[in-house]
């Protein structure tokens, strides 16, 4: 039991939590991108993903907690997703790394 700024007694602490939900462009992308978070965000984060749908819940012990772990959570989607562009991009030969030299 913990008290609250004028000494009166809660039986439960406020934890803050946020809720993403994503469609992806098809159901493999949200599985890969499932995977990709998945062992960075152990414990932190709870991901499921049904069909094209990645949902992904943040638990934290307080504010700022929830506000570092979001940031983390989207620089490591943000470099999953591009990893897959260029992926894509380089299967089906558009990268311009791979392009020959006229």
């Known amino acids: 039991m ?3 700024g004028i000494g009166q007694q809660r ?3 406020v934890r803050p939590r946020i809720r993403l939900q994503r469609t992806c462009p098809d159901p493999a ?6 995977r990709s978070i998945h062992s960075d965000n152990a414990g932190f984060a709870k991901t499921t993903q049904a069909r094209d ?7 934290a012990r307080n504010l700022p907690e929830l506000l570092r772990s979001l ?9 999953a997703e591009r990893s897959l562009a260029t992926a894509s991009r380089t ?7 791979h392009k020959p030299k006229p």
């Open 2 to 4: 913990t008290t609250d």
């Open 11 to 13: 039986d439960s602490e």
């Open 29 to 34: 992308t949200a599985e890969i991108l499932a």
């Open 53 to 59: 749908q990645l949902s992904i819940t943040l638990d």
């Open 71 to 79: 940031d983390d959570l989207l620089s490591c989607l943000d470099t």
């Open 91 to 97: 299967r089906d030969g558009t990268h311009s790394a």
